[in-house]
């Protein structure tokens, strides 16, 4: 699990959402970048554009203007992918 409150806000949101069932498992926090593991069997990635890029996840470009528009306005976007795709 995550000792991160905010990781493990995403992760306790992604369950819910989802309806995954059970733990994460090799869950790794990559500080400054975002987190990943794997729940039921999916993979998790959550962080910023730049750890999605790093993890080879299409972030398009009406997300990517969306994303500008708001951390222009002081606000942290934390993109989610699973199995890749956000």
């Known amino acids: ?11 306790d949101y992604t369950k ?3 309806k995954f069932r059970g733990e994460p498992t090799g869950f790794k926090a990559f500080p400054g ?4 593991c794997v729940i039921a ?3 998790l ?6 750890w999605m890029e790093q993890g080879n996840v299409a972030v398009s470009a009406e997300i990517l203007q ?10 942290s976007v934390i993109l989610v992918a699973f199995n890749g795709n956000l």
């Open 45 to 50: 990635r959550a962080g910023n554009r730049r």
């Open 16 to 18: 819910r959402k989802y």
């Open 41 to 43: 069997g999916v993979d």
């Open 33 to 36: 970048a975002g987190i990943q």
């Open 66 to 75: 969306w994303m500008d528009k708001h951390e222009r306005g002081g606000c």
């Open 1 to 11: 699990g995550s000792e991160h409150p905010l990781a493990r806000a995403i992760v």
